[in-house]
């Protein structure tokens, strides 16, 4: 697509939207004014709302949502389509021309949605999980190395527990087969609108969604009914052992029996008071500031799982900012440049193709009981589809103000 997202049947519902719209109101979603006004329009996220339409309106309006899992799927919008042209929506498009619009976007939509069955058939499999349905509960308590035994991969050599390497919602084993290294991993997710690729199948009250290896690295997908993923996947780091969809249906093996047996257990103990796992990622930016990056005026964020993650996305103009947390030892030389934000140690990279910058902000160091000493880091990372000659001081404005919104140090 022109605005670099990927495409795909969302994608496609949001350019009909347009197209139809356009047929109806004789003009663009976003304006008739000259090209410069209707780009910084549709920059901003804010459609027009139509004069003509009729009950077409409403759904040309849920067409052109920004955040594609918010629009209608392919056969969701033919069938309301099909409604206003049948009079059965609510009422019907006022002259035969819109009729006509209707009929052919019906049409159009059909072979979208034929499409997406054909270019993703894995996703487009269903598979309804039968008997129990295991749950994480509280999402901020819920353990994930409680579903990852370590003693488990000891067939594939040395296995190491690492529980607070990334973000919170994860845990690791990693593997060291002679001179070769692995890692299995076990990660916590909001479960995403769009099905993971793979074959999915029904165990244990679970739907499994296995994908094809890639990159030397497999992947396993759990996906629970109270709106979360667990996401399980064997990846090699060194070398060409263990295989790593072996490791990955280990994993996979031990997690779904753990869910069977009842709900996930808790954390052994709570995190600290002053611990970014404490802070809701969306309430460090308050509305005024998101507003400053052209295009994100009237976008709402959209929080990840258990608070940890928090986005704002414009989709028809690619403009985003993305707060999120992670742990490593200390800012790392791929960080980018050291600068000070808000008076904390941070590190600035401007994306290579000079359209948005990722800042990496030090919030705490700790030391986990009998490993070494980390850092909890805060990531802000800016997106601007308008090249700027500082591609970072946007990005700085905004990662400063969630600096500043982070709880006090002791």
Sequence with gaps: MANGLEGGPQADVFSLGATLYAAVEGRPPWGDGDLGQ??????????DPPRRAGPLGAVLMRMLESRPR???????AARQLTEVAHGTGGGRVGRRRGLWIVVAAVAALVVVAAV?????PQQAASVVASGPAPTLGDPATADPCALLDPELFKQFGKAILETDGGGFERCDVYIESGPDRAVARLQFAAASAVPPPGVPEERDGLVIVRGDPANGECVRTLRLTDGNDVRVSGQLLLGPAPDPCAVAD??????????ARGPVARRPAPFDAQSLATVDACG?????????????????????FAGWYCDWENVATGVSIVVSYDRDSGLTPEAGRRVRIAGRDAAARPDQDGLGCDLTIVHRSYTPPGESPLDELLIVKVDDPVRAPDPCALGTEVATVAAENLPSRP
């Design 250 to 259: 280990v994993a996979t093996d031990a997690a779904v029996a753990t869910l």
């Design 38 to 47: 209707t780009r910084a329009a549709a920059m901003k996220g804010v459609v």
């Design 284 to 304: 460090l930016l308050d509305r005024a500031t998101v507003a400053k990056v052209p295009g994100l005026e009237t976008v709402d964020p959209d929080p990840g």
């Design 70 to 76: 918010e629009r209608p799927t392919a056969a969701e």
């Design 116 to 120: 997406g069955l054909v270019v993703w």
